[in-house]
């Protein structure tokens, strides 16, 4: 609404709106003051250093005064206990200051707070870099009785100088205009800052409708040139330092790389003719052929093809140009196909392969093939989109789409993303290089060098972790905020990145190549196709190779053809400008980029390297393959057209193919240069003698997919044991984050000093409520609150938080009381009395009392002169987080009567003293807890400690302790950072499992719940989703219990929901990792041992049902009868479930036989004869039989079966790559020759 003027950015508070009115008009206030709420920026810590040489002795800086109307707040406050009571400062609008030139000269005193403002009439309506000079030399100011004030002047060898913390912010008070429509500063002005209390006091004059706002502009990011090379240390740039060296690396071997792939991609350039083809020819076509850009889509099969026109057909031709044989990954591959007779137009294209391709390579993915015919110029496209594989098919027939016709969107979406991401994309284009591109992969890589360190020096100019202000929004869609200054930001970086790398893309297309020829590529001299024989550096060189150098003399034709769709090119030496731009766009980004990573320090250079990876990252994997995809689909979408053409160089190639071959004249050299093309065709066929391939059927159909499922099944074994391995380390490491080796060590050492101390009361020792308090006072309350140190020394009060080992108490102690309610019980023979039973959790007693478990009403002076008044008064478990628990004897609740220590130890004291004094524990009592927290350092990790005594209504106490250590905080330092990465990896790799379960369910629908592994997968996915939502829910309960303890450090925080969230997580991750681990059964289920232990319990599966269904009945029946028995009288066997626990131990030959003999010696006996009978020798003999039966099966089948073994196969290839033949690739080859036909008769 303010924003139609151009300082409407400067407003940087919220906007206040007044209307001063009586109950009839408007009325104009002659004064009006307002305080407007401000976020006062961070001071920035300084550490003095001055220049010996300069004779002021200043400490110099220098910030942005943007608007002529603000006034400018200096404080600069001085650290340590100095005598110093004022300081000088100077300030100058074009230069640093100095003692006798200045613009501005002022004394700040300590009874300002150090604060200084300058009203903006004094700043002379100077805008722009100013320049600011603190003197600390030769000053010292003390008052007087008078209170007037004297100086001194020290000597000047005393060194004056000291640390400080510096803030500069310029700020004004603006109104609304709605004449003008423009934000004034005339009308109102600043009072004071008042920096405690965030605020600013504007004083604004005749105003009836007043829109009132304020500005606080803090500089941006600026280098201090003066200081910022001392403040260089190799320990604090070290992040920055390593990430740019680093960069530098990565870059540098990239280029070695890359540069070998720019040699090869000439290869992929040319337009080479068809080794089938004949001199007497007099038609031509070209085919380009497109493979598919995803991993495993280039083939090195035998591709054959048969084209038929109109007029005639091609035969059985074969994709094959004597030199590449293979067609690879996203490349687009050009042949010039020569006929005797026109074919006319054409009508169908069938094409196949051999399968002879080994692994990956047998396959291929077709995206299409175009057929430029040269006679009629005109342009055939075959769209296909599949595999040709043994899954699918070998071969396809196609159809022609005709040229006024549109190709369907999938083709059209496909094309364009292919073009995109070859072409358009700066990253994925280093890797799938369009075909006749002059743009080199260096060359892109180069860019992208460029493209980033300008993000990063960009990124670095505007970084600000914590903004000092809230920008007003000038766009807000939803929960998308745009503010004037995002938009600014984000124009300026985008130009300051986008034009200089876009200028190096266009210097490096439009820049003319030099010609290559064979000679300087390969070799020192040459003459015509063959290369001087003398050179010993080549010598060995194969044909093989010296075709290929013949390949590259059409390349660097094609190379100046691809460049010719530019009308402006520049001359070649514009290359080495371009390079220029390359070294200036890289080392000097990195250069300021240090320099501000040395002006920051450690901390926050490492949190822009953060902030800034993580924006790179997400920019190159989300966002630009984003925009791509949608940029392409809109494409395929609207533009319906089809732009299909060959390149312009066609017919300029075929022509220079038909002048090799001696043209149509008829002369000696058209006859020598037939002649040596028949040689060159015959060499070709003695180094490479093939003849075209058909397609695969019958019996070597059959036998090329048996191959080729052993070759699935090895490597999607292969794929899935490394992918499960990757998966068990990951939940391995997130296990062992969460439960870290010496928790254990901290659970027996509070064992040690609070359940078993030798010389205090004992916690199991407690048998009465006096037990319980002497344990309290003799040995919780001197463990907890330390007093004194080794010495005997009073402790500070910020050191009594710790306990004797050094363990931080959060907060206090409490102990919680479980009562159960007082009832009237009907006793024969002795009548109506009052009784107390047992607790229960839905019928536990939950009424106030006073203090002695008094009823209402209570004495008024009773809160007053007593410490526990609140004790006595029930508070629920939705009020104090409480969770029920679990103890020896039964269940309790959340909630109780609460009686809360204090940190202080007399407090605390008086506390147990007063609850012990007015019988807090009674008849009624059937348990009290005592809980508190505790936190060590040293290895991050919070103990949780709960102490519970029962007291049951039969008498007696029972004791129940756990101390559970966990870690709130588990993505502390380097460990913490790796379980953080690990994390992330977990949900990314869950989420690509969830993604193939869907796939696999929609495939198999119901069959899918019929085959166990694919449940099993089901399964390990539910429980992986539970783990994180338990994860989040523990990290939501940790965030808010701490900031909880942080509100008030004296209350007791509880964190048994963070324990009860952390227990299922780690449940849920124990639960993961077993499953993970089983699942390696799957992985290695071709393993042909290892199948037939699957295959055992498969077959005896349903026996084992049933006969478990019996053991469970005869199990249980024995537990009920043990129970009956001796449940009166041995702990192991008084409830259900001891006696499960006693009874399948002694199934495993671990009896205790001589308790129960000592208990009822007759029963006993026959008791576990019966017992060791029935269950042991005839229940587990069976389940041995039905075992062995299935065993004698499964054997049986594997003699008979088929011996496809994955080790088996595993090892046949090793062997046979070990086993390689003895003759050399050349002698096969002319073996091969002198079996094969002569083919240079054609």
């Keep these: 609404m303010y924003d139609n003027d151009g300082t409407s950015s400067l407003i940087t508070s919220s906007v206040l709106r007044l209307d001063v009115k009586t109950a009839e008009q408007r009325v104009t206030a002659k004064h009006i003051t307002f305080e407007q709420k401000v976020i006062t920026p961070k001071p920035i810590h300084i550490t003095p250093h001055v220049d010996q040489e300069d004779a002021s002795q200043f400490m110099y800086h220098k910030f942005l005064y943007q608007k002529s109307t603000d006034s400018v707040c200096v404080v600069v406050q001085p650290l340590g206990n100095q005598d110093l009571k004022s300081y000088l400062i100077y300030i100058k609008f074009s230069e640093p200051p100095s003692l006798i030139d200045y613009d501005l000269k002022f004394r700040v005193f300590e009874n300002t707070n150090w604060q200084a403002c300058i009203d903006s009439?004094?700043?002379?309506?100077?805008?722009?870099?100013?320049?600011?000079?603190?003197?600390?030399?030769?000053?010292?100011?003390?008052?007087?009785?008078?209170?007037?004030?004297?100086?001194?002047?020290?000597?000047?060898?005393?060194?004056?100088?000291?640390?400080?913390?510096?803030?500069i912010a310029t700020m004004g008070c603006l109104t609304w205009e709605e004449e003008k429509s423009q934000w004034n500063a005339k009308k109102c002005q600043l009072i004071d800052w008042l920096r405690e209390d965030v605020k600013i006091v504007c004083l604004c004059q005749g105003l009836a409708d007043m829109v009132f706002g304020n500005s606080f502009f803090v500089a941006p990011n600026a280098i201090d040139f003066s200081t910022v090379f001392l403040k260089f240390s190799p320990l604090n740039q070290a992040a920055v330092l390593g990430t740019l060296a680093g960069l530098f690396t990565i870059y540098i071997i990239s280029v070695i790389f890359l540069a070998r792939l720019d040699r090869k991609d000439k290869l992929k350039w040319v337009i080479t003719p068809l080794r089938d083809n004949y001199i007497t020819d007099q038609n031509f076509y070209v085919i380009r052929v497109f493979t598919g850009m995803r991993r495993g889509d280039g083939t090195r099969s035998r591709v054959a093809f048969h084209l038929s026109g109109e007029y005639d057909i091609s035969g059985n031709r074969e994709l094959f140009d004597g030199i590449r044989e293979e067609f690879s990954t996203g490349s687009v591959m050009s042949f010039i196909m020569s006929t005797y007779k026109d074919l006319g137009d054409l009508q169908s294209l069938h094409i196949w392969h051999d399968n002879s391709g080994n692994g990956n390579f047998a396959s291929w993915y077709l995206n299409q093939v175009d057929v430029y015919d040269l006679q009629r110029q005109n342009t055939y496209s075959f769209p296909f989109e599949t595999w040709l594989s043994i899954e699918t098919c070998l071969e396809a027939k196609l159809s022609p789409v005709p040229t006024n016709q549109p190709l369907d969107l999938e083709s059209r979406f496909f094309g364009n993303l292919r073009h995109r991401l070859s072409e358009g994309h700066m990253f994925i284009s280093i890797v799938y290089r369009p075909a006749m591109s002059v743009f080199t992969r260096v060359q892109r890589a180069s860019c992208a060098l460029v493209f980033i360190m300008l993000n990063v020096l960009a990124n670095a100019l505007y970084f600000n972790p914590e903004p000092n202000y809230q920008t007003p929004a000038l766009i807000q869609i939803g929960p998308f905020r745009f503010t004037s200054q995002q938009i600014y930001i984000s124009i300026v970086c985008a130009l300051f990145t986008t034009i200089p790398v876009c200028f190096l893309i266009e210097l490096f297309k439009r820049t003319k190549r030099k010609q290559e020829t064979t000679g300087n590529i390969r070799c020192s001299c040459c003459l015509q196709s063959h290369c001087c024989q003398h050179s010993a550096k080549y010598q060995y060189r194969t044909n093989e190779k010296v075709q290929n150098e013949q390949l590259l003399n059409l390349a660097s034709f094609l190379m100046e053809s691809a460049q010719s769709e530019y009308s402006l090119l520049l001359p070649h030496g514009f290359i080495y400008i371009a390079w220029f731009v390359v070294a200036g766009g890289t080392i000097t980004p990195a250069f300021f980029v240090l320099l501000y990573s040395m002006e920051w320090g450690k901390q926050k250079s490492e949190e822009w390297l953060t902030t800034l990876t993580m924006s790179l990252l997400e920019s190159i994997l989300l966002i630009d393959p984003f925009v791509v995809i949608c940029i392409s689909l809109i494409l395929a979408v609207i533009l319906r057209s089809r732009t299909l053409r060959m390149e312009s160089s066609a017919t300029k190639t075929v022509a220079k193919y038909r002048q090799s071959l001696g043209g149509d004249e008829n002369t000696v050299s058209s006859s020598l240069t037939v002649l040596k093309s028949i040689v060159t065709e015959?060499?070709?066929?003695?180094?490479?003698?093939?003849?075209?391939?058909?397609?695969?059927?019958?019996?070597?159909?059959?036998?090329?997919?048996?191959?080729?499922?052993?070759?699935?099944?090895?490597?999607?074994?292969?794929?899935?044991?490394?992918?499960?391995?990757?998966?068990?380390?990951?939940?391995?490491?997130?296990?062992?984050?969460?439960?870290?080796?010496?928790?254990?060590?901290?659970h027996t050492h509070l064992g040690n000093r609070l359940v078993t101390p030798r010389h205090t009361q004992q916690f199991n020792s407690i048998k009465s409520p006096n037990d319980l308090f002497k344990w309290i006072n003799d040995t919780m309350i001197p463990y907890l609150f330390r007093e004194h140190d080794e010495y005997g020394m009073v402790l500070h009060w910020t050191e009594r938080q710790f306990t004797y080992d050094h363990h931080l108490r959060l907060g206090p102690p409490r102990l919680r009381q479980l009562r159960t309610k007082q009832v009237t019980c009907d006793i024969p023979y002795i009548d109506r009395t009052s009784c107390f039973g047992g607790y229960q959790i839905w019928n536990e007693d939950d009424e106030n009392y006073c203090i002695g478990w008094k009823n209402y009403p209570c004495s008024l002076t009773e809160a007053v002169y007593n410490v526990t008044s609140s004790a006595w008064k029930f508070q629920s478990s939705l009020g104090i987080w409480g969770l029920p628990l679990t103890?020896?004897?039964?269940?309790?609740?959340?909630?109780?009567?609460?009686?809360?220590?204090?940190?202080?130890?007399n407090y605390s004291i008086a506390t147990i003293n007063e609850l012990y004094k007015n019988l807090w524990i009674d008849r009624q009592t059937r348990a009290?807890?005592?809980?508190?927290?505790?936190?060590?350092?040293?290895?991050?990790?919070?103990?949780?400690?709960?102490?519970?005594?029962?007291?049951?209504?039969?008498?007696?106490?029972?004791?129940?302790?756990?101390?559970?250590?966990l870690r709130v905080y588990p993505h502390h330092g380097a460990a913490g950072t790796w379980t953080l990465v690990c994390e992330i990896l977990f949900v990314l790799y869950i989420t690509c499992f969830f993604i193939r379960i869907c796939l696999r369910l929609y495939r198999l629908r119901s069959e899918y719940f019929k085959i166990f592994w694919t449940v099993y997968d089901l399964v390990i996915f539910l429980v992986a989703a539970t783990a994180m939502i338990l994860f989040c829910f523990r990290l939501r309960f940790s965030f808010e219990t701490i900031k909880k303890f942080k509100q008030d450090n004296k209350l007791y925080v509880n964190f048994s929901h963070i324990v009860f969230w952390d227990q299922g997580f780690v449940l849920a991750l124990g639960v993961l990792a077993f499953l993970a681990t089983i699942r390696m059964l799957e992985v290695l289920s071709t393993l042909k041992h290892l199948k037939a232990i699957v295959d055992i319990f498969r077959k005896c599966g349903k026996d084992l049902f049933w006969y478990g269904i019996t053991f469970v009945q005869i199990f249980v029946g024995f537990c009920g009868l043990a129970l009956l028995l001796f449940g009166s009288q041995l702990e192991s066997y008084r409830?259900?479930?001891?006696?499960?626990?006693?009874?399948?131990?002694?199934?495993?030959?671990?009896?205790?036989?001589?308790?129960?003999?000592?208990?009822?010696?007759?029963?006993?006996?026959?008791?576990?004869?019966?017992?060791?009978?029935?269950?042991?020798?005839?229940?587990?003999?069976?389940?041995?039989?039905?075992?062995?039966?299935?065993?004698?099966?499964?054997?049986?089948?594997?003699?008979?079966?088929?011996?496809?073994?994955?080790?088996?196969y595993m090892i046949s290839k090793i062997k046979h790559f070990i086993n390689k033949p003895e003759l050399s690739m050349k002698k096969q080859r002319e073996r091969t020759a002198k079996t094969a036909p002569t083919s240079a008769n054609k």
Excluded: W
């Design 682 to 746: 015959f060499k070709s066929f003695e180094l490479k003698p093939r003849n075209v391939s058909t397609p695969v059927q019958g019996d070597n159909l059959k036998q090329a997919q048996e191959k080729h499922r052993q070759y699935i099944n090895f490597h999607r074994s292969l794929k899935d044991i490394k992918l499960n391995l990757v998966f068990i380390i990951i939940v391995s490491v997130i296990c062992y984050s969460n439960r870290d080796v010496r928790s254990f060590l901290h």
């Design 1135 to 1208: 409830n259900v479930y001891q006696c499960m626990g006693t009874l399948y131990i002694a199934m495993i030959g671990k009896s205790r036989f001589t308790e129960i003999n000592e208990t009822n010696p007759v029963l006993a006996k026959v008791f576990f004869m019966l017992y060791i009978l029935i269950v042991v020798y005839f229940f587990l003999t069976l389940f041995l039989a039905i075992l062995g039966a299935s065993i004698d099966e499964v054997v049986q089948q594997n003699r008979t079966g088929p011996d496809h073994d994955l080790i088996a």
């Design 121 to 167: 009439h004094r700043m002379k309506g100077h805008t722009g870099v100013t320049y600011l000079a603190i003197s600390f030399q030769g000053i010292s100011v003390s008052k007087t009785d008078t209170g007037s004030l004297q100086r001194n002047i020290s000597e000047p060898e005393e060194d004056k100088t000291f640390d400080y913390n510096i803030t």
């Design 928 to 965: 009290v807890i005592v809980e508190f927290t505790l936190y060590d350092a040293s290895t991050n990790l919070f103990v949780d400690n709960m102490f519970m005594i029962e007291f049951p209504q039969t008498g007696g106490a029972f004791t129940t302790y756990n101390t559970y250590p």
């Design 887 to 905: 103890g020896y004897y039964t269940t309790y609740g959340g909630g109780g009567y609460i009686a809360s220590l204090h940190v202080n130890l």
